[in-house]
């Protein structure tokens, strides 16, 4: 246990610095078998789902490198995730950039094989709609709630006259699947124009609980925390954190921008808030990086990153009778 214990731990910026070395996420191992983790992080490098602004295909890879910037343990909670946990890059999904219908039966036949070997899975991606097969592998069993953080619900039915998939459904479709509770589901940030009154009906309707973003302002960032807790309760929980939740001016790399968003702080904030929760997977999406060459969007993707991947570990921990 203390050799594994040794090999999954990244690679220290004052042993070897941040710019050398392979270009792994969090500067981890890169293995193929799930089976010798307690957490796999996976990269699913697709956009096939964007209505819009495409790129975010390059998510994973930008994210890699600016992960080396994390380090090991958390400076407020003081978490120590690669002591609690086995955690490896588990690469990245072999996606079909031209053909939607077989890349979403790729990612989930992918992720089955992590949650057939028990690992929990921490993703970048990535569009909006890579949620919607991972959740189809780990989901299937019991339905989750969701944390989900974003300025669009995600929960609209159809594009272009007809097409039921596109980073714009997965949560819709999701719900119809029985894979997500929508009444254990809180949605935190929305905001931005819509296509008619009645597009936010299906998330209102099925109870998910949205907090636009105008009322995250009015009640506070620990108030949010507060009822995002109430909603979850004491069941399996997923965490998607799309960027664009943010204000623009944190995350200019995505695909569909709206100001008014909340800041980096504030969702580092948010995060940390979700300590305790049973935590079974986790995604961060919308990372694209060819419309912000800075890479602070990446950065910022890298750094939620290791916010979710702290009170995951900590969840793994206790499922596994680790303290």
């Known amino acids: 246990m203390a050799d594994d214990q040794h090999r999954f731990r990244p690679i220290r910026g004052d042993v070897l610095p941040r710019f050398a070395g392979p ?6 191992p890169l293995i193929d078998d799930p089976s010798l983790v307690d957490i796999a992080i996976v990269g699913v490098p697709w956009d096939g789902g964007t209505t819009n602004r495409a790129g975010a295909r390059h998510g994973p890879r930008e994210i890699r490198n600016q992960s080396t910037l994390m380090r090991l343990v958390h400076h407020v909670t003081r978490t120590k995730p690669y002591d609690l946990c086995k955690v490896a890059d588990l690469g990245d999904v072999g996606v079909n950039p031209i053909d939607l219908v077989d890349t979403l039966e790729r990612v989930e036949t992918f992720y ?22 991972i959740m189809r592998a780990i989901c299937r069993d019991q339905p989750v709630g969701m944390v989900h953080f974003d300025a669009h619900s995600d929960t609209w039915d159809r594009y272009f006259g007809g097409h039921k998939y596109t980073h714009g459904t997965p ?24 296509y ?17 973003i105008e009322e995250f302002y009015k009640i506070g960032v620990d108030a949010v925390i507060a009822e995002a807790r109430r909603v979850i309760g004491d069941g399996p929980v997923y ?9 623009p001016v944190y995350a200019p790399g995505t695909g569909t921008p709206e100001i008014g968003g909340f800041t980096t702080f504030e969702a580092q904030h948010m995060l940390r808030g979700l300590r305790g929760l049973d935590i079974v997977g986790a995604d961060v999406v919308e990372v694209s990086p060819p419309f912000d060459m800075s890479g602070n969007t990446a950065l910022v993707g890298a750094t939620m990153m290791f916010e979710i991947l702290c009170p995951m570990a900590e969840a793994v921990a206790r499922r596994k009778g680790r303290g």
């Not at 270009?23 to 981890?28: D, K, P």
């Not at 089955?112 to 919607?132: C, E, F, M, V």
């Not at 965490?239 to 204000?247: A, C, E, Y």
């Open 23 to 28: 270009a792994t996420f969090m500067r981890l």
């Open 112 to 133: 089955k094989r992590i949650h057939a070997a028990g690992a929990t899975p921490l993703s970048a991606g990535g569009d909006h709609l890579i949620t919607l097969p």
């Open 171 to 194: 949560f819709r479709r999701a719900v119809e699947e029985g894979l997500l509770d929508p009444k254990r589901t809180v949605q935190i940030g929305i905001r931005g124009s819509l």
């Open 196 to 212: 008619g009154e009645r597009d936010m009906d299906f998330a209102e309707q099925t109870g998910m609980r949205v907090i636009y």
């Open 239 to 247: 965490i998607s954190f799309d960027v664009d939740g943010l204000d």
